[in-house]
């Protein structure tokens, strides 16, 4: 069963460029959730899609923003990069969290971000 | 503001000690608590979790202990084995799961 994947895996951006990071969840995993990862911050909570929608969000910007596919697909968007944003950008795939279900989330294996 | 605080940031334990990881959390609504481990240039994975009805669960040598009451718990690596450096997260959900800042552990051969 292949893992999530996560592509690019790296990239280097400049100051108000934007970016789009794509995450390919295991098949049969409906929601998807998206994480920031720094040394100083841990994993911070980006936002959750479950079927297209919007789930859960986190305590970012505007300039963070994201979508689900159809085919359970996700992609985030960040506009107006800032150098704060280097970082790893985690997706992590799952049964979505409800009674009975704890969740588990399996992450694939980010896309560093570098900015400049 | 954070929900769940870990602490150490960073530890170091001798081969066959035991390594330990301690977590407080503010919300009474969290109702799983999973550890997560995650070795250099991967993703976190799921290592052990646990539910607030019980006070301990273990698994080969990986322990959660968990404080309701004191809004605490804690993972304790027995035998602690060079392969067990990695960063250690503690995480709480009740809808979606909230993290821990991580610990680095690093065993000494």
């Known amino acids: 069963k292949a893992g999530v994947t996560q592509t690019p895996r790296y990239l280097i951006k400049t100051r108000g460029q934007q970016v789009t990071l794509s995450c390919s969840p295991i098949s049969g995993h409906r929601s998807v959730s998206w994480y920031q990862q720094t040394p100083g911050q841990g994993l911070q909570f980006l936002f959750e899609?479950?079927?297209?929608?919007?789930?859960n969000k986190g305590n970012f910007p505007g300039r963070f923003s994201g979508r689900q596919f159809s085919n359970s697909r996700s992609e985030m968007n960040v506009s107006t990069l800032e150098l704060g944003d280097s970082a790893l950008y985690l997706c992590?795939?799952?049964?979505?969290?409800?009674?009975?279900?704890?969740?588990?989330?399996?992450f694939g294996e980010g896309s560093r971000l570098t900015v400049l | 503001q954070q929900q769940v605080k870990q602490s150490p940031q960073s530890l170091i334990v001798q081969k066959g000690g035991i390594s330990i990881i301690n977590c407080a959390y503010e919300n009474t609504a969290f109702d799983y608590f999973p550890w997560y481990q995650q070795f250099p240039g991967k993703g976190p994975a799921l290592l052990i979790a646990i539910r607030p009805d019980v006070s301990e669960k273990k698994e080969g040598r990986f322990t959660i202990s968990f404080n309701k009451s004191a809004k605490q718990f804690s993972l304790h690596i027995m035998d602690s084995q060079p392969g067990d450096s990695a960063t250690y997260f503690c995480?709480?959900?009740?809808?979606?799961?909230?993290f821990g800042k991580g610990t680095r552990l690093h065993i000494l051969p």
């Open positions: 995480a709480a959900s009740e809808d979606k799961i909230i």
């Open positions: 992590a795939s799952s049964f979505p969290r409800m009674r009975g279900n704890t969740g588990e989330l399996f």
């Open positions: 899609y479950f079927s297209e929608t919007q789930r």
